[in-house]
């Protein structure tokens, strides 16, 4: 089955960068629309930013003009370039695809395993 594999995270200082990788593992299936979600303890996930298959992108307010996210379709990989990090994006940090097996007409929801951002001096 579908497994989507993350990894980028880890300590930075505040005004640092990181970047997230997020791939698909697998065959037998088309991918639409990913996208990075994060979670603190205790709050509801939110969106952070999604990205289409054709390349249209979407940002949550806190994130825009520092995130960015883009994908590799032919690596099946999505990935989000954070830079000028705040304490504020501290949090588990999610990765999400829609996919539909080739078997079947319908779509899914996947997620990622999470990989934890943290922002600290």
């Known amino acids: 089955q579908v497994q989507l594999v993350e990894s980028g995270g880890g300590l930075v200082q505040p005004g640092g960068s990181l970047r997230l990788s997020c791939a698909a593992s697998?065959?037998?299936?088309?991918?639409?629309?990913m996208g990075w979600y994060r979670q603190d303890p205790g709050k509801q996930r939110v969106l952070v930013a999604s990205?289409?298959?054709?390349?249209?992108?979407n940002y949550a307010d806190s994130v825009k003009g520092r995130f960015t996210i883009s994908r590799d379709n032919a690596k099946k990989t999505v990935y989000l370039q954070m830079s000028s990090l705040k304490p504020e994006d501290t949090a588990v940090y999610y990765c999400?695809?829609?996919?539909?097996?080739?078997?079947?007409?319908?779509?899914?929801?996947?997620w990622g395993q999470g990989t934890q951002v943290t922002v600290s001096s």
């Open positions: 999400n695809a829609d996919i539909s097996p080739h078997v079947t007409s319908g779509w899914y929801t996947y």
């Open positions: 697998g065959s037998g299936f088309s991918i639409d629309t």
């Open positions: 990205i289409t298959s054709g390349g249209r992108t």
